[in-house]
């Protein structure tokens, strides 16, 4: 279902309107968790005003380890769902087991399946009965076939709506947290018909990285971006070194604009 033999042209989900694998490039952004209300409501607009239209932040964190900070859960949700009455954007938000499915439904509007669960058949069948757009990452050691078996996994339980993310893959390289695989996109768009949108923060691990890891990725043929934006990323209870300030996502967004058409 997810290769071209099955349907020749491209794919176009569309999440309440905004259409992701158009001619317009999609961008989601905001923390990396959803820490407070104001937190959340900040970069809220603050993403709003640069031109992103989904709002992103982790209810449940899938975390290396225990005693990190795991997510505010439900209560995550609520301030998601505040801020989209707020601002008017889309939520998307990671679930990391049938529970968290069940929780997420009535607040979110798309599901994201994180590079940890890229394989968690029980999971990618649970998203392919909710029928929710669902934002599919690449998991830091998955094939690109095993990547799209995934997507497999979610679309024949009829589910249509997948989106794929590249967010980097394990190699011996250490200066960047995960290496970029930008070849996934062209190759992903010459087997697939799916939308593939590009991850650079988790890609770099380095705040520095993001902006020109966003040109390649958009140079690259893209159908967007996924970034992590903090209003005070010195303060984040994760990933702090890889999250833009507001006013560094302000200037990707400019650049970025320059290369494609922003929705
Ligand atoms: C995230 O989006 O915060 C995340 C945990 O990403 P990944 O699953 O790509 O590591
Ligand atoms: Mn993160």
Redesign the pocket.
Known sequence: LAGKTFQPEPSVVNVNGVKIGGKELVIMAGP??VESREQILEAAQAVKRSGAQFL?G?AF??RTSPYAFQGLEEEGLKLLKEAKDATGLQIIT?VTSDKAVEVSIPYVDMF?V???NVQNFQLLKEIGKSMKPVLL?RG?ATTIDEWLNAAEYIMSEGNYNVVL?E?GIRTFETATRNTLDLSAVPVVKNMSHLPIIV?PS?AAGKSKYVIPLSRAAIAAGADGL?V?VHPNPMCAL??AAQQLKPTEFDSLCEDISKLAPIL
């Open positions: 990396c968790a992103r982790g964190k899938p990671e994201q994180g590079a940890r990452k830091s993310c967010r991850d988790h996924i992590e994760s990933d």
